[in-house]
């Protein structure tokens, strides 16, 4: 098995491609070793204790390094690890089987919430974030989800290689916010949730 790397627009955060499918849908961000717990493969990620983030994508796993940590010492350990566990074809999630692909609900999954009377204009909203927006994103290591519509104002949450990335405040106001404003008049800004 080979593992394909390739880099992130956050210096931090690595991508790193074992050449099969990692989630069969949805996505999955964990931001602490608590939340690891739920994954032996993002526990040992973790447990090199120079990791600070692991972020499941569909053919891929992103890994952000602890700040001052240099990549040229944790690579290896980190492709040794996905190795080991894509290789013995262990599950992805505690309880999962053997494929690994019993996913669990997301920690922290709930939207903050909409305007009423606004299910056409979120519909559009969520349409765009889906076709136009997740795949970019997700070419970059990360996943974007939509948390909430209100007085005009869009809140979504930066996961994996863009959450903490120097570039993502730019990619939100410049890039996310100025399509959704071309698409949805309606929508005044976006916000970081």
Not at 19 to 41: I, K, N
Not at 70 to 95: I, M, R, T
Not at 101 to 129: C, H, N, R, S, Y
Request: proline letters at 7%; glycine letters at 10%.
């Amino acid at each position: 098995m080979f593992i394909e790397t390739e880099t992130t627009p956050n210096p931090a955060t690595l991508k790193f491609m074992p050449g099969r499918a990692v989630m069969p849908s949805g996505t999955r961000d964990f931001a602490s070793p608590e939340e690891a717990e739920a994954s032996p493969l993002a526990q040992a990620l973790f447990d090199t204790g120079e990791v600070t983030g692991v972020f499941f994508g569909g053919d891929f796993v992103s890994v952000t390094a602890a700040p001052g940590v240099n990549w040229s010492d944790l690579k290896p350990q980190v492709v040794a690890v996905l190795l080991d566990h894509f290789v013995s074809e262990a599950p992805l999630f505690a309880g999962g089987d053997a494929s690994g692909f019993t996913v669990p609900p997301e920690a922290d999954d709930a939207e903050m919430g909409d305007d009423e009377g606004t299910e056409d204009i979120v519909a559009q909203i969520k349409e765009l974030i889906e076709t136009r927006v997740r795949p970019a994103v997700a070419n970059d290591g990360g996943d974007i989800r939509y948390r909430g519509f209100r007085d005009g104002v869009v809140y979504l949450q930066m996961q994996g290689a863009c959450s903490g990335c120097p570039s993502s405040t730019a990619t939100l106001k410049h890039g996310i916010e100025g399509l959704l404003k071309h698409y949805v008049p309606e929508v005044s800004e976006v916000r970081a949730a």
